[in-house]
């Protein structure tokens, strides 16, 4: 547990110093959301409808824009292979580097969520729903997206290509998760989706770790 | 390509011998693309002794150290650490091999200071970092960012975590590169020590002069 924890602060004190490159994914989620209304009729209505799905979109997508340095820059500068020598096995690495990506990454997207679903005139009512939806699927995205960043570590460029590679596995986070928040816009009961989330963000966390780390070890050569 | 072998540092009756070698390569072969880089390579390295490999730039020697050490795959051939091969070791195993190539390992937004600590916390070292950095010189440093530091100093920084870890088998790649003379001083005594303690090492040099001494198995790509 305590490498677990010296890797996860470790990682944060160093977005910290790099806060400009931990900010671009943020931005980059405020601006794709902010610039649907101006294409589409700004109608309430429409608006509220088409709320859900915006969102859930941009998350996936700005979630990508963080991943080039998820495991990108430990292998530049020769960490990640002292760490894979070091008495800490590999899978635990791997599930610190995970945990301080979601932290970094996707924490700060739940202080924006309201402000945006309040913009896209959703009820309030509707908001814990969309935190518990975002809250579970999260979890297997990081795991996602770190597959694909270990999968892409000896390539020099593997941004497009990760693209490619961990979009299409997303598609039932997006389903279950505008499925959620969507009941919970209409008032009806929102477990079922919920409890798939839970279902593949367990099964992500037990099995990714294992899957990132031989990844790792074929890239790293 | 050869293998000489001089006598070993220590008296090492036969029947010692036999048990003592814990670094083992038999029959090693790396091809990258067309051309073989060695092919079968044969080493046996026990406590006390030095494996110096030598040989001209693109030679190999890196190739050889990153197998030795687990992060790279021989076309063919097998090398096993105490029984086991290298990036398989059992879980007590874990962090007897220590490697230091061309990347540094640090994190160049942390300081010396910064980084030195997470290597004692992950391999579970209490070690005198005050000490550790004098006897490099870099207690000036030590609240420096490394991006800041010369290379000199990034790799005395560097060579500094040899200390932070309890690693049996050190494998060093030119570890001598931008060190001035004082530093070259401190790494070869630091080898010696390390191998007087029972230790062994391989070593990857262009100035083999600097290590010879008995117990040396050099190996000429």
């Known amino acids: 547990m305590a490498p677990f924890v010296t890797i996860v602060l470790r990682d944060l004190r160093i977005a910290v110093r790099r806060w400009s490159e931990a900010a671009n994914p943020l931005l980059f989620f405020v601006i794709v959301t902010t610039l649907f209304p101006l294409a589409l009729s700004p109608s309430a209505d429409e608006m509220r409808e088409v709320g859900a ?30 760490l894979m020598l070091s008495p800490v096995p590999l899978g635990v690495t791997v599930l610190a580097k995970i945990a301080a990506h979601w932290l970094i990454t996707i924490l700060p997207l739940f202080a924006l969520v309201p402000v945006l679903a309040l913009s896209y ?12 939806a975002l809250l579970l699927a999260t979890p297997t995205l990081s795991v996602l997206v770190a597959l694909g960043a270990a999968l892409t570590v000896g390539l020099h460029r593997g941004g497009a290509i990760v693209g490619l590679l961990v979009l299409p596995l997303t598609a039932p986070l997006l389903i279950f998760g505008t499925r959620a928040t969507d009941l919970g816009l209409h008032d009806e009961p929102t477990a079922g989706p919920l409890y798939l989330l839970a279902a593949l963000a367990a099964f992500t966390l037990a099995l990714g770790p294992v899957a990132i780390a031989a990844a790792l070890r074929v890239g790293i050569e | 390509m050869r293998v ?3 006598p070993p540092l220590v008296p090492n009756p036969w029947f010692l011998m036999q048990s003592a070698i814990e670094l083992r390569a038999r029959d090693l072969s790396v091809r990258r693309g067309e051309r073989y880089l060695f092919e079968g390579l044969d080493l046996e390295l026990g406590p ?4 110096l490999v030598v040989g001209a730039n693109g030679s190999g020697k890196t190739t050889l150290l990153r197998v030795l050490a687990g992060l790279g795959a021989a076309t063919s051939g097998l090398v096993t650490w105490r029984g086991s091969a290298p990036d398989r070791l059992a879980l ?11 990347l540094d390992g640090l994190k160049k937004d942390l300081t010396v200071l910064e980084n030195l600590r997470f290597h004692a916390a992950i391999w579970g070292m209490r070690t005198d970092l005050d000490a550790l950095m004098n006897a490099l010189g870099l207690n000036g440093v030590a609240n420096v960012r490394v991006r800041h530091l010369s290379a000199g100093q990034q790799r005395r920084a560097s060579l500094a975590t040899l200390k932070l870890c309890a690693a049996k088998l050190w494998i060093l ?28 090492a391989v070593v990857a040099t262009h100035q083999p002069d600097e290590l010879k001494q008995r117990g040396v198995v050099l190996v000429e790509l």
């Open chain 1, 53 to 82: 799905g915006v969102l859930w979109v941009s998350a996936l997508l700005s979630s990508l824009l963080a991943l080039e340095g998820l495991f990108r820059s430990d292998a530049d500068d020769g960490s990640l292979e002292q």
């Open chain 2, 173 to 200: 790649d030119e570890p001598t590169t931008n060190l001035d003379s004082d530093g070259r001083e401190t790494i070869v005594g630091w080898i010696g020590a390390h191998l007087g303690r029972g230790g062994t």
């Open chain 2, 48 to 51: 006390h002794q030095l494996g």
């Open chain 2, 4 to 6: 000489g072998q001089n």
């Open chain 1, 121 to 132: 005139s959703m009820p309030i009512t509707a908001l814990p729903t969309m935190f518990c």
């Open chain 2, 92 to 102: 007590e195993q874990r962090g007897e091999i220590a490697y230091r190539g061309h």
